[in-house]
């Protein structure tokens, strides 16, 4: 027999359905556990190998560390320094003493509590993509990430429950250099309620911004020292260097108990080795030297390790995403970070330069590599496109259908004795069909996945409406959400009391970011 | 830092790889195993709970079995028959002794031997979307199926190493229905010789595909009969029947011990209760009556367990594919199939009109579904659309990119100390690159998957080759194998023969299918 699955039957079988309901489905997207089992490419030994090879690297090698408050730090706690070389060589007791105190749980807090969230190994918290140069949309084509772009990818990203971070999805290059923190800060202030992100750009930009959010969420300085209430992202610069604005940033965000997600950026053949072992080696050494870095300066502050290692085009050495090297990045990344325990962040991403059938399979495929890596935080996990050169508004509402869909295999299924349904199988006999049945009168609103865009309708039904692609049908889905965008509720006030600040901080010419 | 990989960057760093070197990699894509760890929704418990109201159904409520044949062998094997209701209530005991001797491990001789395959609990095999009633390709639109499509996407499956076997991908509409099988078996036999399908449209049809395929391959009958050739797919007809050709087809292939592969088609909502746990169960009890009933037609006989569990929109009745339902539903199968130790077939699949987002996403997501769930046997990885009602040439492409991938995954990857390379991260210094290092330029050949249509190049270039979508290149890329295919080598003496004996079998009337 072939599978009829003609539009006639269909109907005919719709019917017994009531096709008015509503879905009563409700599940909750907004606090993951990871529900797959865990891969590992590298044995046991050979991952005790690489970390021990990073050790040697940081030990014999050394690392590069540029801004000297850093090498004082690393001096004073043991390493051996050259200021003229500013190379900076760590004993392994040094990183083994970090790792013993950086903390395995971090309980971040959002703007709101039922935004909360928590960075340990076993939780599964999804990013969009971050740090575009530019966005990209069907009705306005291709352009440099700019202010209402940052502001509606912001909005986006909180009207999605399964995204529980906001990251700076795009660069907003019309707000001059000195003021664009104060932009980013306030708009992830009064658009979402989600978990907001401070550039590492220098202390002043870094101190105006915890400023406006410690005042903002109406806190003494001890009161938000007292629990991470934001995060930056740290890029080492590949190899073996740490840049003066990074080697602040580890040190400031530690002092001020905030979150920074370490993320060495070691392209197979680039900036890192060309073999998976390699570059993961590479990017462990410089993740626990940032790392150790944190703890120097402040014993116990907030670090999440992490890595985003991908390979490269040898013949164009243009940096591709979603490959099986980036998989296997990905895995061995896990199996190193739960050697040290800490929660990490692994990343998706695509090199696609529109969301075409390549730029879904990259993302997805770079997205099963962190789930089975084990990653607490998936970072470019939706929109981004062009190795990170765009963020594209119909990649996001696409890519989000299948992070919806790992939500609901986060949720689960039961095999209750009711759910098996002995009494369905009872009642519909041979040849029958299940529309009608109890079972499924009891269940129907709410047993399945909605999807957000998918479309599942007949050929001929999906040509009469006008055969609109899955592009077509996102762009629809973005302008509406855009449209109904309500901003989570703030304080009037504090609202106020933020506007003035930045004007005050504006006149004072504000902050350039340091490099 | 923001993460740099600008189109400059990229150029200055790729001149230091030979840009015009040849990729050497050479990755056995024809033997895969699957490499990932196994997934499990339900627990041990529930598990077993389902395997055993699986056999209350059988023993209890029973299952209708139309061909009197069929009937004849349950009741001799011990069933509780009623010939007129068509009614067959199989003990539990005669499920066990079938289970019992069924074999675990299915070795199948493909048209040549570094194609055969294994059918085992662990082993990885792939096929393309299979029944299609149409095809579709960008450069001549949606057609009802016919001779020249089948025939192109035969060689198009014969020439991707990560297919494993040949499906009918779509139905030749235009070929007699009393000839179509010599139709399908010649192209089968002389485009590919990889293990070939056959229909299990009746008797006449079944004995004439097995003498080709017999004397094709210049094999006696006990030779034939030593071993599985060919292989077909029985779909039950959920819920609780099993149709007179699907039935015969069951018996005639076990008494010449060729595979049948037993699919019920369960989907939740319509054909199978709305649950997952039910409509599996369902699905169970009517893949243990089949399994059941090749081995009292032939002890011994090769068979494999499988399932098509989905679920429908309850609103229209339309089938869905790649949701988190049908995920879950593969990874329960899997669960009962480990229970029994049968090997067996997973699908993947696609509902969306066109190859756009969607419709990658719903295939690779459904193929992850199997693959976390073990499957033996993946069916409809590649070029499924609309639910199964076309096969896409292009899709049929942007998906091989994945299962290449997967592909490159099964062999894994090593991290000896030469790979991961202490004296790279030696001979480069901080700030420095590993384009030009030895570790790379020994490696950078062979080290990385090479995309099959993925373009990686920047926007200004691909803007500049003609911003061609992943569907164009596909499009670039099916007509560029079928104008190179070369079908394998083949005795012309068996080839005439062959025709010779579809001549006089034509001349004969050929025979009709049976229902």
Same mark, same amino acid.
């Given at each position: ?20 309901? +509503? ?14 089992? /865990? ?16 050790? *040697?690297?940081? $030990? ?37 003493? +970090? ?9 971040? #807090? ?24 530019? &966005? ?6 291709? #352009? ?8 509606? /990818?912001?909005? /986006? ?5 399964? /995204? ?15 003021? #664009? ?42 009161? =938000? ?99 099986? $090297? ?11 970070? !739960? ?5 990490? #962040? ?9 969301? *075409? ?7 997805? =495929? ?15 996990? &939706? ?30 299924? @039961? ?7 002995? @009494? ?10 299940? =529309? ?18 998918? *479309? ?47 004007? !005050? ?11």
């Amino acid at each position: 027999m072939t599978l009829d699955t003609s539009p006639k039957r269909r109907g005919r079988r719709a019917k017994h359905a009531d096709a008015d309901a +509503a879905p009563t489905r409700k599940v909750d997207y907004r606090t993951l556990r990871n529900p797959f089992p /865990l891969m590992s490419v590298f044995s046991e030994d050979r991952i005790e190998a690489m970390h021990n090879t990073a050790l *040697d690297v940081l $030990e014999r090698l050394g690392i590069k560390v540029l801004l000297p408050e850093a090498r004082a730090l690393f001096r004073a706690g043991g390493a051996r320094v050259n200021d003229s070389t500013e190379m900076v060589h760590i004993g392994r007791d040094m990183v083994k003493a +970090a790792l013993a105190i950086a903390p395995r749980r971090i309980d971040c #807090r959002a703007g709101a509590r039922d935004r909360d969230i928590t960075l340990e190994l076993g939780n599964l918290i999804f990013q969009p993509g971050a740090g575009a140069p530019h &966005a990209t949309d069907l009705s306005r084509g291709r #352009r440099p990430g700019d202010a209402k772009s940052y502001v509606e /990818l912001t909005q /986006l990203t909180q009207h999605f429950d399964v /995204l529980h971070m906001v990251p700076p999805l795009i660069e907003p290059q019309d707000i001059p250099l000195n003021l #664009r923190h104060y932009f980013t800060m306030q708009t992830q202030m009064t658009q979402t309620d989600k978990l907001p992100f401070v550039y590492a750009r220098g202390t002043p930009q870094v101190q105006q911004s915890f400023e406006l959010l410690r005042d903002f969420r109406g806190l003494t300085d001890d009161e =938000f020292h007292s629990a991470p209430h934001c995060y930056t992202i740290i890029n080492t610069n590949s190899p073996r260097q740490i840049d003066t604005p990074m080697a602040q940033g580890l040190i400031d965000f530690a002092r001020a108990r905030q979150v920074s997600i370490v993320t060495p950026f070691t392209l197979m053949g680039a900036m890192g080795p060309i073999t998976v072992a390699g570059a993961i080696t590479l990017s462990h050494a410089e993740a626990l030297a940032a790392i150790t870095l944190t703890q120097l300066a402040q014993p116990g502050a907030p670090v999440c390790y992490g890595t985003f290692t991908s390979n490269v085009d040898m013949k164009s050495g243009a940096p591709a995403f979603g490959t099986p $090297e980036h998989f296997q990045a990905s895995v061995a990344a896990g199996q190193l970070a !739960r050697r040290i325990g800490l929660p990490w #962040r692994g990343a998706s991403g695509s090199a696609a330069n529109i969301n *075409d059938a390549q730029a879904a399979n990259e993302t997805q =495929f770079g997205s099963w590599g962190c789930l089975l890596a084990g990653a607490t935080v998936i970072v470019h996990a &939706a929109g981004w496109i062009e190795g990170g050169l765009t963020v594209s508004y119909e990649k996001l509402i696409t890519d989000m259908e299948v992070l919806q869909m790992v939500a609901e295999l986060c949720a689960g299924v @039961s095999a209750t004795d009711a759910d098996i349904g002995l @009494s369905a199988l009872e009642e519909v006999q041979p040849g029958g069909h299940f =529309f009608g049945a109890q079972h499924t009168l009891e269940r129907y609103q709410s047993e399945f996945y909605e999807p957000l865009i998918g *479309d599942w309708s007949n050929f001929g039904t999906w040509t009469e409406r006008g055969a609109q692609d899955a592009n077509a049908r996102a762009t629809h889905k973005w302008q509406e959400i855009l449209a109904g965008f309500r901003p989570p509720a703030i304080n009037p006030d504090r609202a106020a009391a933020l506007n003035d600040a930045i004007v !005050r901080g504006t006149e004072a010419g504000g902050a350039l970011p340091e490099s």
